[in-house]
DNA sequence: GAAAAACTTGACCGGTCGGTCTACTGACGG
DNA sequence: CCGTCAGTAGACCGACCGGTCAAGTTTTTC
């Protein structure tokens, strides 16, 4: 459906030169159409309801975004900054590996938890191979972010002896589960949701209670 | 996008009567939009892709099923049927409530195990309303299932008072979960996410290690 | 064996969708 | 005040999609 080129995914070619007025805009078509994937769907929801929607042409849209396609890849690519960045913040303070992990486990959710929205996309996003593959691109990188921390907590002997990659990957999948069934309502309030992702996650690495 | 009417979801108003070959094809049918709206997404697939898959003309399609929703609802209609036969016909045997509890989980987890072509799906239909309704619908319906072994274990002091749809609703919550996982990959092998799944919610329901 | 009912075909249709394009606006630098 | 260029509008386009239908074939029924 969309281009046969850019195959490297980073960093759009042409970056476009932006006016104050031109950020703004191009952040609204992005925060709207969020929203409206969110709770419409992504195939129901057109291109002509999303200008229609914040009052604007249509080649608003394709001034900021070369395709439709494109304008989900690019919500995919903040939503995994903007994750990565909240959780770097937290951790920032700690030299504990082990702290990290956890400071790191706490903002992940937390941030999974309030912006739900992106959530409910990415269930979306799993169903379609362009934006599988995206979206398995951005959990290797957030995997390896866990493991490095892992990774040290097992030179200091704070973890037993094991594949990083593998532990980092159940500790994501408890996070992403967690956050998912916190969404649909089986999970109670969120800082239970936050104590119980720790305590599961740690407790299983290290083999001790907290 | 489909009709206006038709408020009760149950049995099809028409009910048309079919030959062998008929049940056949519509067979067919189903099967292969199953497959193909797991791997490649419901809209991507056209009702032109499923005909042309099975070497049919377009009418077949529109003969058996009244639209291309009425398709996907009915997939999410016979899954359901199948998930609670397998069900049941575990649990039949059985008149410990604690037990039926344990074979229904082992029963569930392992249907959806083995039918990840409908746990795709069941992720994206939670993102379109027309089809998130039906998903809501059979959860409840699988939940009060459930829920009525755990009243029965109540009642019989197998298990602490408490609400037992809440219950239901938390144990169905980590079947979900569990199986998606199992499906991409974060647990291990069957067996071992199966008993997982029965030490967690029979110890969380009975307060005792089994 | 004929009437009826089940089934099949594929050309066709109306509508919508993603995307293009031309003409225009407006802000700003010099 | 003019040139430039980011930004904007929305008519327009080709493709395709879900769905229809008239005309046919096969199967069942009596």
Not at 118 to 146: N, P, S, V
Not at 151 to 172: S, Y
Not at 192 to 204: E, P
């Amino acid at each position: 459906m969309s281009a046969m080129a850019a195959e490297l995914p980073d960093s759009d070619p042409p970056a476009r030169k932006l006016t104050a007025r031109g950020r703004d805009r191009r952040h609204a078509v992005l925060e709207y159409a969020t929203s409206r994937f969110a709770e419409n769907g992504y195939h129901p929801t057109s291109v002509s309801d999303i200008v229609d929607g914040i009052g604007v042409g249509k080649g608003v849209f394709y001034w900021y975004f070369p395709s439709k396609d494109d304008l989900l890849l690019e919500i995919l690519r903040d939503a995994l900054f903007d994750l990565r960045r909240s959780q770097e913040a937290e951790i920032a303070d700690s030299d504990d590996p082990l702290e990290r992990l956890e400071l790191g486990i706490r903002a992940s959710l937390t941030w999974l938890v309030a912006n739900q929205d992106i959530l409910r996309i990415t269930m979306f996003c799993w169903t379609e191979e362009t934006f599988a593959r995206a979206l398995r691109k951005g959990r290797r990188i957030i995997i390896a972010d866990t493991a490095k921390h892992i990774q040290e907590a097992m030179d200091r002997g704070l973890i037993e002896p094991g594949d990083p990659e593998v532990m980092a990957t159940a500790v994501r999948g408890v996070i992403d589960e967690l956050a998912r069934s916190y969404a649909v309502g089986v999970t109670k309030v969120e800082s239970d949701v936050l104590d119980l992702a720790v305590r599961l996650c740690l407790h299983g690495l290290t083999g001790k209670q907290s």
